[in-house]
Nanobody, 130 residues
């Protein structure tokens, strides 16, 4: 059974950096598209980065373009979200999600709030505060 476990959430200062991890168990990560999402208090879920299997293609939300990046370690079945130049608006619970490879599904749709990937982690909290 596929399970995703996020870690790395913490308190950070504005301008600081954090790296979140999403460890996947039960499946070969390279056969899945993976995305990072977040939800701030009182706000809709927001798709940040979605990456296809093996990380060949990637879609980025404008809000984090140039500040956040995704990477994979296939040997560890782990996906990372590197966050830099954090600001107060980045305060949220961050989730990773995975979908089996679907040729007809674009990464932009996977990250859209009207689409829900099949598998989700329980989230890790990031708080940006001075």
């Amino acid at each position: 059974q596929l399970q995703l476990v996020e870690s790395g959430g913490d308190l950070a200062q504005p301008g600081g950096s954090l790296r979140l991890s999403c460890t996947v168990s039960g499946v070969d990560l390279d056969q899945y598209a993976v995305g990072w999402f977040r939800q701030a208090p009182g706000k809709q879920r927001e798709g940040l980065i979605c990456s296809d299997r093996r990380g060949v293609g990637t879609w980025y939300a404008n809000a984090i373009l140039g500040r956040f990046s995704i990477s994979r370690d296939s040997a560890k079945n782990t996906v990372y979200l590197q966050m830099t130049n954090l600001n107060f608006d980045d305060t949220a619970v961050y989730y990773c999600a995975a979908d089996p490879y679907r040729p007809s599904l674009s990464l932009e749709v996977m990250c859209a709030n009207y689409y829900t990937p099949d598998h989700w982690g329980k989230g890790t909290r990031v708080t940006v505060s001075a």
